[in-house]
């Protein structure tokens, strides 16, 4: 039969302690591990939640921080050089009587009503082209056939407005580009001015349409007159403005119908201001006049010499000040801006 001592009693009682302890540990360190592995997985489920929701910004930042050296896109536009690279010199204009405005508009596809931009460059100057107009559609073709290139080869940000007279009353000249001014600026805050008369086309496109700190005038010769002056304080047929300065001297007079005076009119106007005109050097300045009759409703105007008498007394409150008219219809064609007036009779 067993006996056991004491002392035997005691080490049977330690090893069954100690495997109950044993037991305990393992059964802790079960509990602990499933609580994290628990953990984990939910954790991991919320991560997966997030990562999926960030996808789209992450794969957006990853876009761009993959490549370190990647150059932008769409690089900042720097200003166009002070002599476009694009320049020609003189030219040989040819006016056919086969063109079409279909022709001009294809070889024009960066203008958009009438409008033009640099797409390579900032262009140093915005600028203006108004002519006054009616009846001299064959003269409009021509002169958009070789403007338009002529000023895109100078990278300027460009507008032509032609601002056509309605009805059968006589012709106003003035008046009709004081319109064009107070329209145009409607459209854009453009710096410089061209009034540009329809049958002049420069033949160098060195003479550069943009506006100096004095106003300028650009035809120093035509063909009509041997490429010379016309006469001493001849200002007329295309001439250069800002529009700060056409604004000082209250731009053209409104009461001059028919056929001369209005420009020597402006220019009394801009020496009464203290400015001075300037030009292009003569073998720059060249144009060629499209040849034509004098128009019906454009009479000479026998008051011009008592008007201009007058011009020291009434410029201030004769001119931008005093433009009344009455606006048709403003056609948005591919070429240029057509603005329909009612400017009234004399």
């Not at 302690?17 to 305990?24: A, K, Q, R, T």
């Not at 086969?98 to 140093?124: F, M």
């Not at 002529?150 to 000249?173: E, K, M």
């Amino acid at each position: 039969m067993g006996f056991c001592s004491p002392v035997c009693k005691t080490l049977r009682r330690g090893k069954y302690f100690v495997l109950l302890v044993l037991s305990l540990s393992v059964l802790a360190w079960i509990t602990t591990f499933s609580g994290e592995t628990v953990k984990s997985v939910s954790t991991d489920s919320a991560s997966t939640q997030i990562i999926a929701k960030g996808d789209g910004l992450r794969d957006k930042f990853n876009s761009w921080t993959a490549a370190p050296n990647r150059v932008n896109p769409t690089p900042q536009k720097v200003k166009c050089p002070q002599e476009s690279p694009l320049l020609q010199g003189a030219r040989k204009l040819s006016f056919e009587s086969s063109l079409k405005l279909k022709d001009v508009e294809t070889e024009n596809k960066a203008v958009t009503e009438g409008v033009y931009e640099p797409s390579d460059c900032i262009a140093r100057q915005s600028v203006a082209i108004l002519i006054p107009h009616r009846s001299r559609e064959r003269h409009l073709l021509y002169f958009l056939h070789h403007l338009h290139p002529f000023l895109q080869r100078q990278q300027l940000h460009y507008a032509i407005y032609v601002i056509q007279q309605s009805g059968d009353a006589t012709f106003n000249r003035a008046k009709l580009l004081n319109v064009g001014y107070l329209e145009a600026l409607k459209d854009y805050s453009w710096e410089c001015f061209i009034f540009h008369d329809v049958d002049l086309i420069p033949e160098n496109d060195h003479n550069l349409y943009v506006c100096d700190q004095h106003p300028k005038h650009l035809v120093v010769g035509r063909n009509a007159t041997g490429y010379k002056l016309h006469y001493k304080g001849y200002f007329g047929g295309v001439t250069a403005m800002t529009k700060d300065q056409f604004f000082q001297v209250n731009g053209f007079s409104n009461t001059y119908w028919g056929w001369g005076g209005e420009d020597d009119d402006l220019r009394i106007r801009v020496e009464l201001q203290k400015m001075k005109i300037i030009r292009p050097a003569a073998a720059v300045a060249r144009y060629t006049m499209v040849f034509h009759k004098r128009d019906s409703g454009n009479e000479i105007n026998k008051d011009r010499m008592r008007l201009l008498g007058r011009t020291p007394k009434v410029w201030r409150k004769d001119g931008l000040n005093s433009c009344s008219y009455k606006t048709l219809s403003v056609d948005r064609l591919p070429l240029y801006v057509n603005i329909t007036v009612d400017i009234g009779k004399p």
